[in-house]
């Protein structure tokens, strides 16, 4: 059986048509380049309304059974961003690590890092990440936090996921 | 018109006279040679009292119109330092982004830095920052962090922040 | 008198005696090697139970006195790993300084190490911080971040601890 991998773009313009959503297509292509093992993508696209982000996390973990959900936008300073506030509501266990190492990361690239609220957790046996909403920086945030993605995933009774070594090596501890 | 900018001093025996404040005014002297477009400070100089930093903190923000609003003191580990707790209080959204980095930065001259609890986050359209209560230590971590500033203030509606480029320069994304 | 340090085992297996605790001697041994001020071990052994990881760090703060409680296991994002929501919620304050920097330390070495949700945080006059459950990962932690262990005593109303300066470096600022 394939893992089911939930992809949420969050999105005010987006999900009204105003632009094409990028950013969910990028997650994809992204897993698509890191994964060796079989997987199907769930993919939903929303406005920045925080019942509307909790409803699509609790659908794509509990009813999809999407051992890793990926949100990208809403994360930011502004009034309607408030998918981390979402995310943490939804969550049984917060992942601090995550949110930390994608903005040490991103801050290489741009200063303006340190304003992306990004979060992780645990809810069921689901991981939730939320990604920032731009296309290469969500390849950069994938790239630093998907190494210890696969060994978080079989702690919380999911799938095994395999990488591509020569793209991503996902880390296992040996014991 | 001019940006207004709150400095708010939190410190028992400063407020009481035992010793002049002089974090105030680093915070001050600091943001003068950042600067470029017109701005002007909004002073307050109170105890480590939870209620009055939450009272200082919601004035300015909401009755001064500050767009931006800098603590110094009260961010340690002693039984008196409450200033975290009371910025969490009176923010509609947390902005854990500054803190590991003040903290990552600090951390290059001292190891006590990560003694520090210093936060940040949005009020209406205020950006509130915690920094920590020694002068030295106050551009440090300024240094640090402002370059994200002017953006920030954008984004959450407020003037445009203009830097002396030579000292500091302000990051904004080109989209 | 001396300082009295706690150190809190949680594992389920351990303290089911299906394998022996080698975590909390690896931390006492680490502690001895560090401190050269007189100290003795207050040691509990205890499954991954929340409410009983509380029932210990209050015991260790408030009865037995201990300035400092360090605990080890249950850090990570499996069902029964509760152990920062446990000192969570007997903490008075939280030192998010203490886990940003732990993980910022054992990512050198695994990049699982954005998995731990390792805290810190003080109840009355005593620190509490939590530790990885491998011997070979406290020890990393508490070189990381013991430098400011004495002085973080200190203002929260501990005794003076003194370290050997030849195997780590306590750091009190001269003020």
Redesign the interface.
């Known amino acids: 059986m394939n893992a089911r991998i939930g992809i949420i773009t969050v999105s005010d313009r987006a999900s009204s048509g105003t632009y094409e959503d990028l950013s969910g297509p990028a997650i994809q292509a992204t897993l698509k380049d890191f994964l060796s093992s079989p997987w199907e993508a769930c993919y939903r696209l929303i406005p920045d309304e925080g019942p509307m982000i909790q409803a699509a996390l609790k659908e794509l973990c509990d009813r999809e059974g999407c051992c890793l959900v990926l949100t990208t936008g809403g994360t ?4 309607r ?2 998918t ?2 979402a995310t943490e509501a939804v969550c ?10 994608m ?2 990361v991103s ?1 290489r690239y ?8 990004q979060t992780a957790g ?1 809810r069921g046996q689901s ?1 939730i990440i939320n990604l920032p909403g731009k296309p290469k920086s969500i390849r950069e945030c994938l790239e630093a ?1 998907f ?2 993605v696969p ?2 995933v079989d ?2 009774g999911g799938p095994r996921l395999e990488t591509h070594e020569a793209v991503i090596r996902a ?3 040996k014991s």
């Open positions: 930011g300073p502004s009034p961003d408030v981390p506030e049984d266990k917060l992942m601090p690590g995550f949110g930390e190492q903005r040490a801050l741009v200063a303006t890092a340190i304003l992306s609220r645990i991981l936090v190494p210890a060994y978080c702690l919380i880390f296992r501890p």
